[in-house]
């Protein structure tokens, strides 16, 4: 019932405060304007990523760490389980900011360089390593212990689980409702998993995650009323990076390692194609795809003829496929 709460919280937080935050975005012209390569007919506002992580942030306040009017009994007695978990909230204004200002310079005609929102994703992946959410290691399963990575090792596996998520839903976030939809499916797999390893905390922050991505797909899927915007792919990766550190990564065997990569396996796998298809053709890798350099299975798929709603219900078939796999494979093993 908790869980259930949590959910609707997010949800109706994100329903009641979509339509005040888009009315604001057309007033200040914080919209996505059509162009050559945006085929939308009309400026869509640019809110959906701020709107979920208000959603998010007062669940988390609320649930997770405890501030707010409801009693978790099953968080009281388990507070360790919480512990760093207070870096997403700085950590995600971090990542919503500088989303933000790439959007606000898009919609005044304007490319926001790469570095500095480089910087700021590492800096925000750093703030989560020292405050705990992180990869430490694995089970050995044929001496039944917990092999410890070097710490440089576990900062650099987890700067780059963190940058590269970020970067990867970013990407995928080029057809309605393509981004919100992975990122759903992935954060009920992360639930699943946190309440088969009884990890609460996990468990409350990926219901919350759904709970506004929920909501945020009522207005985002075709035609889309609302964009998330790269300040909400930036935010989707992000939250779900640190989801899955604290909870599918934790006290992980060799096989289970794979579950979250497989619960994420879309935009995971479909931006190693494309960055090693574009670094053979001596091409840019961060520059997004156009007319005229298309490299994304699902712009492929819209140029080949495909209608939009039909190459989104086909690529999210394939994540569908793989998050079963991940949740098979961690029942199985």
């Known amino acids: 019932m908790r869980y259930a709460i949590?959910?609707?919280?997010?949800?109706?937080?994100?329903?009641?405060?979509?339509?005040i935050f888009t009315k604001l975005a057309e007033k200040l012209d914080f919209t996505d304007k059509p162009?050559?390569?945006?085929?939308?007919?009309?400026?869509?506002?640019?809110?959906?990523?701020?709107?979920?992580?208000?959603?998010?942030?007062?669940?988390?306040?609320?649930?997770?760490?405890?501030?707010g009017p409801v009693v978790i009994p099953t968080l009281a007695s388990t507070m360790e389980d919480?512990?760093?978990?207070?870096?997403?909230?700085p950590g995600g204004t971090m990542i919503l900011t500088v989303g933000l200002?790439?959007?606000?310079?898009?919609?005044?005609?304007?490319e926001f360089p790469v570095w500095p929102r480089m910087l700021v994703q590492i800096a925000a992946a750093v703030l989560a390593f020292a405050a705990g959410i992180r990869f430490t290691g694995f089970m050995n399963p044929f001496t039944d212990t917990y092999v410890y990575f070097h710490i440089g090792v576990q900062f650099a596996l987890t700067v780059l689980w963190f940058v590269g998520l970020v970067t990867v839903f970013n990407f995928m976030d080029g057809l309605d409702g393509l981004s919100g939809l992975l990122a759903m499916l992935s954060g009920c797999t992360l639930f699943v998993v946190a309440?088969?390893?009884?990890?609460s905390a996990s468990a409350f922050m990926a219901v919350l995650f759904i709970g506004a991505t929920t909501g945020f797909l009522r207005?985002?899927?075709?035609?889309?009323?609302?964009?998330?915007?790269?300040?909400?792919a930036y935010l989707l990766g992000y939250l779900l990076a640190a989801i899955s550190l604290h909870g599918a990564f934790k006290q992980a065997t060799v096989i289970s390692v794979f579950i979250p990569i497989l619960a994420m396996g879309v935009p995971i796998f479909e931006s190693i194609r494309v960055f090693i298809r574009r670094l053979l053709a001596k091409q840019s890798v961060t520059v997004a795809d156009s007319s005229s350099n298309t490299t994304?299975?699902?712009?492929?798929l819209v140029n080949a003829g495909v209608k939009p709603p039909y190459a989104l219900a086909l690529i999210v078939l394939v994540s569908v496929c793989l998050n079963l796999?991940?949740?098979?494979?961690?029942?199985a093993f």
């Open 296 to 300: 994304y299975f699902h712009h492929r």
């Open 6 to 19: 949590a959910f609707l919280l997010a949800f109706v937080l994100v329903m009641v405060l979509m339509p």
């Open 35 to 67: 162009t050559e390569r945006k085929k939308h007919t009309s400026p869509v506002p640019l809110v959906g990523g701020a709107v979920m992580f208000i959603a998010f942030a007062v669940g988390f306040i609320v649930f997770v760490a405890g501030l």
């Open 195 to 199: 309440l088969v390893m009884n990890q």
């Open 219 to 232: 207005h985002n899927l075709p035609p889309a009323k609302v964009y998330m915007g790269d300040s909400g």
């Open 101 to 110: 200002i790439d959007d606000f310079s898009k919609t005044r005609g304007k």
């Open 82 to 89: 919480t512990i760093g978990l207070w870096a997403l909230i």
């Open 325 to 331: 796999t991940a949740i098979i494979l961690m029942l």
